[in-house]
């Protein structure tokens, strides 16, 4: 038979021939509690078991329990997803205005060429100014200026120079570069070149920058 202590409630399996019908000091060998047992204490006590109320509760707080993991879960996760999305977007805008940056700090170039990224000026910052010619003898002396009209610094395009006669025909063609490798915001650059023609000719003169390749 089942015997449980009434102080502690642990449970004992004992032989139910040594518990007589009037009654049998017991010891607990848990909480060395001393009582009387009969059988039929004994047999009240045998129902005895973990509260039903306790196994409805421990039902009912395993869905708050799992909502709770679950919010850490998604606590922990934000902070690291919010600082990839930051860097992504941090790295794209670096990409984006590689130029304007590298315009300002010139030695981050060959960091952007040895990982495939290159630099090129931004042409539509970029405006051909103050163009002269004149001529002496059989010498044409051209000269001008590359302005930029953006808000911000810009690599100076190379410049190509075309010649063309009155009929259309390109008498002499040529790349040159502006004074300086940088321009200043709402800055200019000049440039100038000497070119030699036989004949007295009408000439027209194009001078068009270029989307070079920057290196340093």
């Known amino acids: 038979m089942l015997l449980t202590c009434p102080h502690c409630a642990t449970i004992f399996r004992v032989d139910g021939k040594l518990i007589s019908m009037q009654g049998q000091s017991v010891r607990c060998s848990m909480c060395h509690h001393i009582w009387t047992a009969t059988p039929i204490s004994t047999l009240i006590s045998i129902p005895v078991s973990r509260p039903v109320s306790t196994s409805i509760s421990t039902s009912i707080s395993m869905p708050a329990t799992d909502l709770s993991?679950?919010?850490?879960?998604?606590?922990?996760?934000?902070?690291?997803?919010?600082?990839?999305l930051l860097a992504a977007a941090l790295l794209s805008s670096v990409i984006l205005h590689r130029g304007s940056?590298?315009?300002?700090?010139?030695?981050?170039?060959?960091?952007?060429?040895?990982?495939?990224?290159?630099?090129?000026?931004?042409?539509?910052?970029?405006?051909?100014?103050?163009?002269?010619?004149?001529?002496?003898g059989d010498t044409m002396r051209l000269s001008g200026g590359?302005?930029?009209?953006?808000?911000?610094?810009?690599?100076?395009?190379?410049?190509?120079?075309?010649?063309?006669?009155?009929?259309?025909?390109?008498?002499?063609?040529?790349?040159?570069?502006?004074?300086?490798?940088?321009?200043?915001?709402?800055?200019?650059?000049?440039?100038?070149?000497?070119?030699?023609?036989?004949?007295?000719?009408?000439?027209?003169?194009?001078?068009?920058?270029?989307?070079?390749?920057?290196?340093?």
């Open 101 to 136: 940056i590298t315009a300002y700090a010139p030695f981050l170039i060959n960091g952007f060429n040895a990982i495939g990224l290159t630099i090129r000026p931004a042409l539509s910052q970029l405006q051909v100014v103050r163009l002269n010619a004149s001529y002496t």
């Open 69 to 84: 993991v679950a919010q850490n879960r998604l606590k922990s996760l934000w902070k690291p997803f919010f600082a990839v």
């Open 146 to 216: 590359l302005r930029n009209i953006g808000m911000w610094r810009n690599h100076a395009a190379d410049l190509r120079v075309t010649v063309r006669g009155a009929d259309g025909a390109v008498l002499h063609e040529i790349t040159l570069s502006p004074d300086h490798d940088i321009i200043n915001a709402k800055a200019e650059s000049g440039f100038f070149v000497q070119l030699a023609f036989a004949g007295d000719t009408e000439m027209q003169v194009t001078v068009t920058p270029l989307a070079n390749r920057v290196y340093r």
